[in-house]
């Protein structure tokens, strides 16, 4: 079974600071790793995916993140946060042959003028 | 592609009444999902289908829940005696059912309250 933890339900930078969102997973069998943004009042906009291939993914909107399976993290940042990155972001767990996402229980990242 | 769109955005009913919501995905999609997601918490999967086939089901969906897809197109989420813990954001997502990554397009959701 898979898993996933987003560790701080609420994060706050200033504009133009360094934003870390943490996600770590648990999975049994290679996973495939997705971060998505919910704009409120709106559905979910993927922001990137980690399919096994390089480890560095480079997302939407000046987003990344780094699958470390030793760690078994994939931490989403953003060099310089913007007010437009105010938002709930999700980090989802899913594998090959497997259909249902399953989701953290997300990060409200507010953005400081 | 006009994405993901559900009907209806908002829906408020008091409890014991039934709710109906549709999904109409991206059109080439065969694979839908639906989701259910309370305030605080990410989205929680209910169920899916390939096509009409409704092929998982979780043991969230209780009895009172059902899901059809019957042409492989347009799905809806029926509740019947509806109990305030209903109350939620209910998303659907499709999905091109290629080998490998499954990647998943939300919809905006609908939103239930129930009084």
């Known amino acids: 079974a898979q898993s996933v933890t987003q560790l701080g339900s609420h994060v706050s930078v200033s504009e133009g600071a360094l934003v870390l969102l943490r996600c770590n997973y648990s999975?049994?069998?290679?996973?495939?790793l997705f971060w998505y943004v919910q704009y409120p009042n709106q559905g979910l906009q993927l922001l990137l995916k980690?399919?096994?291939?390089?480890?560095l993914v480079k997302g939407i909107n000046g987003f990344e993140a780094e699958f470390k399976k030793s760690e078994t993290s994939f931490h989403l940042t953003k060099p310089s946060a913007h007010m437009s990155d105010a938002a709930e972001y999700f980090c989802?767990?899913?594998?090959?042959?497997?259909?249902?996402?399953?989701f953290g229980t997300g990060t409200r990242l507010k953005v400081l003028a | 592609d006009t994405g993901v769109s559900q009907d209806p955005r908002h829906k408020i009913t008091k409890r014991g009444q039934n709710v109906t919501f549709r999904c109409d995905p991206i059109?080439?999609?065969?694979?839908l999902y639906w989701y259910r997601q309370t305030l605080g918490q990410g989205p929680e999967f209910l169920t899916y289908?390939?096509?009409?086939?409704?092929?998982?089901k979780s043991r969230l969906l209780s009895d009172r829940f059902s899901a059809e897809r019957p042409k492989g197109s347009f799905s809806t989420l029926e509740i019947q005696r509806t109990e305030q813990g209903d109350s939620a954001m209910y998303l659907c997502?499709?999905?091109?059912?290629?080998?490998?990554?499954?990647?998943?397009?939300f919809g905006a959701g609908t939103r239930l309250s129930v009084l």
């Open positions: 997502a499709s999905s091109a059912g290629l080998a490998g990554v499954n990647i998943q397009y």
């Open positions: 999975s049994s069998v290679p996973p495939y």
């Open positions: 980690y399919t096994s291939a390089a480890t």
């Open positions: 989802a767990v899913s594998t090959s042959g497997t259909y249902k996402y399953i």
């Open positions: 059109s080439e999609h065969n694979r």
């Open positions: 289908f390939q096509n009409e086939a409704q092929l998982e």
